[in-house]
């Protein structure tokens, strides 16, 4: 039997919104909050002894030891990261709300009070 209804919508959704089969992707609030959850064991193994051994040496750039620069570069690009993720979470969410919040005023204007 043939299906009738149009190609684009038999594809799975590659962005994983949905679909009527589903995409093969998870939305982004989901691949965040994963990367989230990710980031502290990144950030633990990047300070452990096989990769610290490898900046603890005798030189200097611009006068500071090498080590010391890489635990604060790493220390500096973990704040970098978490600020971005926290931002991207946070303006999916309100998004999310606002949705929720269109949804809820569309079916007849009824909205319940805060």
Do not use: K, N
């Not at 970098?80 to 709300?97: K, N």
């Amino acid at each position: 039997m043939v299906s009738r209804r149009p190609l684009d919508e038999r594809l799975p959704d590659p962005e994983g919104r949905g679909g009527s089969e589903g995409g093969t992707r998870r939305p982004d609030s989901r691949r965040l909050r994963d990367m989230a959850s990710l980031l502290p064991a990144a950030l633990l193994v990047v300070i452990l002894p096989p990769y610290i051994s490898v900046f603890d040496q005798d030189s200097l750039l611009s006068g500071i030891p090498l080590l010391h620069l890489y635990i604060f570069g790493v220390w500096a690009l973990a704040i970098l990261v978490c600020g971005l993720l926290a931002r991207r979470l946070l303006h999916q969410e309100m998004q999310g709300a606002a949705g929720q919040t269109e949804e809820r005023t569309a079916d007849g204007g009824r909205r319940e009070p805060d």
